[in-house]
């Protein structure tokens, strides 16, 4: 997904999605933190509660989620990781896509200081970079 090209870079505000109201307090820490920084904020209480949904489900609700935020335009989306059966795992991460993966694809993904090296900008505070898409798996 491309950014909107209305604005650039650090003009662009952080954004956050959440399947509830959990996010809120994650915005709170981000702006007591980043006071300069704009932030976009997505808590999808009309949908409430993702747990009894279908994992197909709840990847359609994050997909919409997601390409709302990127629509309106953000420099970073900071995510809930989920894990095999679609329920919360850890702490919520500040993710970026390099290489504008889309829906469906299989893709590479870093963390940790890997993730903030993958931007060209230099180093940037991300937990997670998606760094490309797998075009074919061949086991052996």
């Keep these: 997904m491309k950014i909107p090209s209305t604005q650039v870079g650090d003009q662009l505000p952080i954004g956050i999605f959440d399947s509830g109201v959990g996010g809120l307090t994650v915005l709170k820490a981000l702006r007591d933190r980043l006071p300069a920084e704009r932030f976009l904020y997505l808590g999808d209480t009309a949908r409430l509660p993702y747990g009894s949904k279908s994992a197909t489900t709840v990847q359609r609700y994050a997909l919409n989620a997601t390409a709302h935020l990127v629509h309106h335009g953000v420099k970073l989306l900071v995510v809930q990781p989920l894990d095999k059966n679609m329920q919360p795992a850890g ?14 694809d299989l893709c590479v993904m870093v963390r940790s200081r890997e993730a903030a090296l993958a931007l060209p900008e230099g180093f940037v505070p991300v937990d997670a970079a998606i760094t490309g898409i797998v075009n074919e798996v061949d086991l052996h």
């Excluded at 702490?91 to 469906?104: I, K």
């Design 91 to 104: 702490n919520m991460q500040v993710a970026v896509d390099v290489v504008e993966a889309g829906p469906g």
